[in-house]
């Protein structure tokens, strides 16, 4: 490797799964998470199952914000437009600054494939206590999509022209 060769950094990474039906034995957008970023050479961090409900979301986001050793928190699900879909409220009051352009370009994205149902989904990402979150509906397929086209290479330090990871030690100035 010469020394203009950006080494791989690995990062502890927290997984979300918001649904009021979804169990460990059932989960499947979570455990495709939890593949795809051990795969990358991330490590799991933590992972939780809660309901849908936004004190709920808040307080775990909340916990594992203050947690300095954990980078990202992705979530999976809540992110409709039922009644009982709150992951945005729950998670908005928490971040310190949003990146609109995930939701604009995962809608973008999702649209090749769901067409149209994809203004159905309010998936947004941001910055908090510099942590990375990022929320996404609770489809498998829409996971991998967020993770294999968006994420994952926002996540790569070696990513070029820049990536969130490069941006980290600049994430608590003043």
Same mark, same amino acid.
């Given at each position: ?18 649904? +009021?039906?979804?169990? /460990? &034995? ?8 939890? *593949?795809?970023?051990? #795969? ?44 009982? +879909?709150?992951?945005? /409220? &729950? ?8 990146? *609109?352009?995930?939701? #604009? ?70």
């Amino acid at each position: 490797m010469t020394s203009t060769e950006k080494q791989f950094i690995p990062l502890n990474i927290a997984i979300l799964v918001v649904s +009021d039906t979804r169990t /460990e &034995a059932n989960d499947t957008s979570g455990k495709c998470l939890i *593949d795809r970023l051990l #795969e990358s050479n991330h490590s799991l961090a933590a992972k939780a199952i809660v309901k849908d409900d936004i004190y709920q979301i808040r307080a775990t986001v909340s916990q594992w914000v203050a947690d300095k050793d954990i980078n990202v928190i992705i979530s999976t699900g809540g992110t409709g437009v039922t009644g009982r +879909d709150g992951t945005p /409220e &729950a998670i908005s009051p928490l971040l310190d600054k949003t990146l *609109d352009g995930f939701g #604009e370009v995962f809608r973008m994205l999702s649209y090749q494939s769901i067409k149209t149902s994809t203004i159905q989904s309010r998936a947004i990402a941001g910055v908090a206590n510099a942590t990375y979150l990022f929320c996404l509906p609770g489809s498998a397929s829409a996971c991998r999509e967020a993770w294999d086209k968006l994420i994952k290479e926002q996540l790569d330090f070696r990513t070029k022209p820049c990536n969130l990871v490069q941006l980290m030690p600049r994430l608590l100035e003043k």
